[in-house]
């Protein structure tokens, strides 16, 4: 949970809060995204959009995303996009099959082996 406070000087700071357990919240597919989505989140814009993806996932505790990033690389051909093992946010691109067989690995791992609630796949 995110939330904003105005202070007296005129700056802005930001509490970003996390829920204790082990949970993946967000796991969703974006299918061939717009140009524009890849440049504005630094992703390599150079690739067949019609047959691209990016994969967005959310977890906590948020160290294991780099767990997760590191199962995405071995087990799908993905390019990794942004790793944040401080808001347990991942992102990475491929073609379309990949990343979805990326999130599904990723799922899989953290619900049986490290027995994470994950939720569902979503796709656009």
């Known amino acids: 949970m995110n939330s904003v406070l105005d202070t007296n000087d005129g700056k802005l700071r930001i509490i970003q809060e996390t829920v204790p357990g082990k949970q993946v919240t967000l796991a969703h597919i974006i299918a ?31 160290e294991v ?12 051909v993905i390019e990794m996009g942004f790793i944040d093992r401080f ?28 027995k994470f609630t994950v939720c569902e796949i979503t796709k656009t």
């Open 32 to 62: 061939s995204p717009d140009e524009i989505v890849y440049k504005k989140l630094g992703l390599n814009p150079n690739i067949d959009y019609q047959k691209a993806a990016i994969g967005i996932l959310s977890m906590t505790p948020s």
């Open 87 to 114: 808001s347990g946010t991942l992102m990475f691109t491929g073609r379309i099959s990949e990343v979805d067989s990326a999130i599904k690995t990723i799922l899989a791992y953290l619900r049986d082996t490290l």
């Open 65 to 76: 995303s780099v767990i997760a990033g590191d199962l995405a690389i071995k087990t799908s």
